[in-house]
């Protein structure tokens, strides 16, 4: 099995809903998990990810892990990919 921090040393998670989106980001460059809501607009898509970007150090090694991405979350890969080399869907 393999570990994803081993390839991933930041995984950033999307949780997404018709109004806000809510991201949590595991593995900062200091070590803490932060969290923030943004709205689920395109204005409110590029805060989040300039967020990440700020948050991360816009690692390009962030695995990210969207939830809903064939509905509320359909936007969020192409617009990760531009940040991130993965993606990832949560089994559930």
């Known amino acids: ?34 969290d923030a809501e943004f709205p689920a607009t395109s204005s409110g898509m590029a805060r989040a990810l300039d967020w990440v970007g700020r948050c991360t150090g816009s690692d390009l090694e962030a695995l990210w892990v969207i939830e809903c991405s064939a509905s509320y979350g359909s936007n969020w890969p192409a617009r990760s990919r531009r940040r991130a080399t993965g993606s990832s869907r949560p089994r559930g």
């Open 1 to 34: 099995m393999t570990i994803l921090a081993h390839n991933h040393p930041i995984a950033i998670g999307v949780d997404t809903h018709a109004r806000n989106h809510a991201l949590s980001i595991l593995g900062t460059p200091h070590g803490e998990v932060v």
